[in-house]
Structure formats: C-alpha cells, structure tokens
C-alpha cells in the first residue's frame, strides 16, 4: 500500500483552513495531518506529527510566515507551499518567501465557482506532490501518475512551421520551467550579456506574481526582463515572462517576433503552459528557436518542445544534479526531445552559443 504524503495547512483564515483541508484531504495520495492558526500552534503538531509538506500563509498572527519559514529552514526544513492572498504588497513578500527556501507559490483558494475551485484543487494538489519530491525533502514519496489533462491543441491548433520562416540571421530562446524555476531563471537570465538573443519564458506562477517577479529580475539583470503584454516585440536583450494565468504564443509577422497573450483553458493542468509556448515556437521560429527546459514537476513541455525539435530548433534540458524537482526535464528527455543535457550553471553558456 503506498504511503500518503502528510500535509499540515497553516492559515489564520478557519474558512482557508476548512477550504485546503477539504481540497487536499480529498486526493488519495494525500493527508491532511493537521490545521494550525499560527506558527506557534504549528510548531506544537510539528512535533507531535512530522508532515512531510506544509502549506503556509504569509500574515499571520503572532508570527508571520516569512520569519516562521526562515527559522523552520535553518533548524528542521520541511518542503512548503506557500498560498498566499495575493495582496500588492504581499506578492513581493511571497516571492522573497522562495529565497527563503519555499518550494512554490500560490494563490489562496478563494470560495466561489465550482470550476474556479476545480481548478484550484488541481494547481494546490500539484503543488503539494511537487513539494513532497523536491530535494530538500527527507525521505521518497510515491509519484502519482497525472489525471487526464488538455493538451496545447485546446488553445493553438497544430501545424508545420512556415517555410519562409525555417532561416533568418534572428534567433530566439524560448525558455519553460516550474518548480524551483524561479531561482533557475534567475540564474540563466543573470548570466546573459546586454546583447543576448531575444527570450521568451513560461513560468508556472500564479496571477500578480509574474509582474513583480519580473521586475526583481529586471532589476538584477544585464539585459531587460518584463512581464509580456499582447503584442510585445521580441528584442535583443529582452526577456519576455508569461503573465499569470494567461497562456502566451510566438508569433512572427515578417522578420518581427511578437507575442500573444490569450486566455484559454488549462493545458497539461497549468496556465500558462509550457506546451502552448513551445507548439507555437516550432510553428513560428523552427530552426531559429532554441529551447530550453528547467526543473519542474509535471510533463508540461515534453510534447511542445519535441514539435520544436521535429521543426529542427535546438534543446536544452536541465540536468538531475541542478533540478529542484526533475520530472519537466526528464519527460522532456524521455520523449526524445532534447539535443544535450547540462547542469545549470553551463545551459547560458550553450544557449549562447547556439544562438552565434
């Protein structure tokens, strides 16, 4: 019999705690140990009953959870997800909270449609089960097999790349990654000079984050980093981060790449999808795309990113060694999408000069 994985839900909010309890206790695979309405409380059953992941708020009483994560990190670390209300202030917060060593981000389950809590349940569950095999982690949890998802024909239609489009002097780096990609993106993006190829990112984030998380980027970075509005350029020196819960496409008109930013629904469980990104670089850019894929859980880019590869681009997967979490790159692999592997610190360098 397989083991579930063990999950204390820490939140001031008895309604959030009741909604998650629900949510998460309902999964097969999964267990809600415990609730706790501060880290005080949550410290007491932590010790009575070790979870294997925790969910956590950001403002609580007593202790916020920024200072309760960063003592938990340094004295007894436990995977965790951070939900959080997605406040202006809190979201810079939240994204400080993955510095301190959080797994993932999202948003904080809020009671309304039926399908806005479907979809809720799938982002937190995954979220959960990402967390629980991340490295961090102190001991193996079974892997559950994904449930059945869309796949990137519900938002772009399938097609060979236009021919006129197979060869220019112009490349473009299309990038995908999930959990623990945002400190890997960071990385990459850090390592490109001011000239580097135009680059276009798909992070699983959560709505209002990828706004601020662009903008520390930006801000770190040689080159430029902004959160992609419909009809964005594709420069030199420019990277481009799908907004939160929208799904983003190259596109190309003439020798210009730009960007589409749609709704759509979830493809491969997630939105934005790696998949949508990838199908239309290899319908769009073709040879003169390289792509790259970081740690994350979930196959969201196997599919997409071996499109790219039959229309003759480039790829870069993200080694075991350097994954926080290796299941994106290893499906990515398994399917035969993938030209060379290499750790982190090494995948700017070939970009790079792929890209030459």
């Known amino acids: 019999m397989t083991k579930k994985t063990k999950v204390l839900v820490i939140d001031d909010s008895a309604v959030v705690r009741k909604v998650l309890t629900t949510i998460i206790g309902s999964e097969p695979d999964l267990e809600v140990v415990g609730a706790a309405s501060d880290p005080f409380i949550a410290a007491e059953k932590i010790a009575h009953d070790l979870p294997d992941v925790i969910t ?116 473009v780096v299309i990038l995908g990654a999930s959990t623990g990609g945002t400190e890997a993106i960071s990385d990459f993006l850090m390592s490109m000079p001011l000239d580097s190829p135009g680059i276009v990112i798909v992070q699983h984030m959560p709505e209002k984050f990828t706004a601020s998380f662009a903008k520390r980027l930006d801000s770190a970075c040689r080159i430029s980093v902004k959160e992609a509005e419909d009809n964005d350029t594709v420069i030199r020196g420019r990277a481009l981060i799908a907004p939160g819960n929208r799904h983003m496409m190259l ?30 670089a290899a319908m ?19 599919r997409g990113m071996k499109e790219m590869k039959e229309s003759g681009a480039f790829n870069v997967a993200q080694d075991e060694r350097t994954s926080v979490v290796y299941r994106m790159p290893k ?21 790079l000069r792929e890209c030459a």
């Open 331 to 351: 499906e990515a692999i398994k399917a035969g999408a993938v030209d060379c592997v290499l750790p982190l610190d090494e995948i700017a360098g070939r970009v």
């Open 56 to 171: 956590l708020d950001v403002e609580m009483p007593r202790m916020d959870g920024i200072t309760f994560l960063q003592k938990m990190m340094s004295q007894h670390p436990i995977p965790t997800v951070i939900i959080s209300s997605l406040a202006g202030s809190g979201s810079e917060t939240a994204l400080k909270a993955l510095e301190y060593g959080a797994v993932d981000i999202l948003q904080k389950p809020t009671i309304g449609t039926k399908e806005f809590l479907e979809e809720s349940r799938v982002l937190i569950c995954d979220a959960v089960r990402a967390a629980s095999i991340a490295k961090l982690r102190r001991a193996p949890v079974h892997a559950v097999a994904p449930a059945p998802k869309l796949n990137a024909d519900a938002v772009i239609a399938k097609g060979k790349p236009t021919k006129a489009m197979l060869r220019t002097t112009e490349k």
């Open 284 to 302: 769009y850019a073709g040879k003169n795309a390289v792509g790259v894929i970081l740690t994350g859980m979930g196959d969201d880019g196997s």
């Open 251 to 280: 596109k190309r008109s003439g020798a210009r790449y730009y960007v589409e930013i749609k709704d759509g629904p979830l493809v491969s469980r997630h939105r934005p999808s790696v998949d949508v990104l990838f199908r239309s």
